[in-house]
């Protein structure tokens, strides 16, 4: 099951220098646990702020991974922002439904190969789809995944018609890995798994709880 933790500080209490820090705390905690994507989703940065966070982001990962001498697993996306993802040597760009193409993601990542950080060859690119026709979409533009949204009801946002298992299932069938997200739980991970979904991806589920814990459970 791949599971992919979507961050967002807000959610964190204290004033901005301590939401950060337990942002990066948490991505530490997720890499250390073998999540295999950690999309950051802070929207609201500006440019620069953004980038310093991608780039401590993708430090905090990797000095994680080289202490427990293990090689590399969880994948750092930056959502929206190909250039971003590119300066801070993140592992790829999470493009929204309405964004620009998987193809000129790849082709500003081209204009860029030269750049020591980047390892290009594995550089990734997921793609949002809230239709089975976005994800055939996504798939011909050879992005490597899409993530299906709102799968279920969500607390926060009751007006968000959720489009449910059946459809889950019919953008599965889109030809590329389809992760859930929407409402998704402990609880309801297992039907996702069922509708054919290639795993799950949240924010709440990893960062309000335990992430070992969470991972253990899903994965069993």
């Known amino acids: 099951m791949l599971l992919y933790y979507i961050t967002d500080r807000t959610q964190f209490p204290g004033d901005e220098t301590t939401r950060r820090r337990l942002l990066l705390e948490k991505i530490a905690e997720a890499a250390r646990c073998s999540v295999d994507y950690i999309q950051l989703r802070e929207r609201d940065l500006p440019t620069r702020e953004l980038e310093a966070l991608a780039n401590q982001a993708v430090r905090v990962i990797r000095?994680?991974?080289?202490?427990?001498?293990?090689?590399?697993?969880?994948?750092?996306?930056?959502?929206?922002?190909?250039?971003?993802?590119?300066?801070?040597?993140?592992?790829?760009?999470?493009?929204?439904?309405?964004?620009?193409?998987?193809?000129?993601?790849?082709?500003?990542?081209?204009?860029?190969?030269?750049?020591?950080k980047l390892e290009t060859r594995n550089w990734l690119v997921g793609v949002s789809c809230h239709s089975a026709a976005e994800v055939a979409r996504a798939a011909a533009e050879d992005a490597d995944f899409a993530v299906f949204a709102p799968v279920f009801e969500k607390k926060d946002a009751p007006k968000v018609r959720p489009a449910g298992l059946e459809a889950l299932h019919e953008a599965c069938q889109g030809g590329i890995p389809v992760l859930a997200l929407g409402g998704v739980t402990l609880e309801n991970a297992r039907d996702c798994v069922g509708a054919g979904a290639a795993g799950i991806a949240a924010i709440r589920l990893f960062q309000e709880h335990d992430i070992a814990q969470i991972v253990r459970r899903l994965r069993s």
């Open 63 to 116: 000095k994680h991974l080289r202490t427990e001498n293990r090689e590399p697993r969880a994948a750092l996306l930056v959502n929206s922002r190909t250039d971003v993802a590119i300066a801070a040597g993140a592992d790829g760009v999470h493009l929204r439904s309405d964004d620009i193409s998987t193809r000129q993601a790849r082709e500003i990542l081209s204009a860029h190969t030269r750049n020591s």
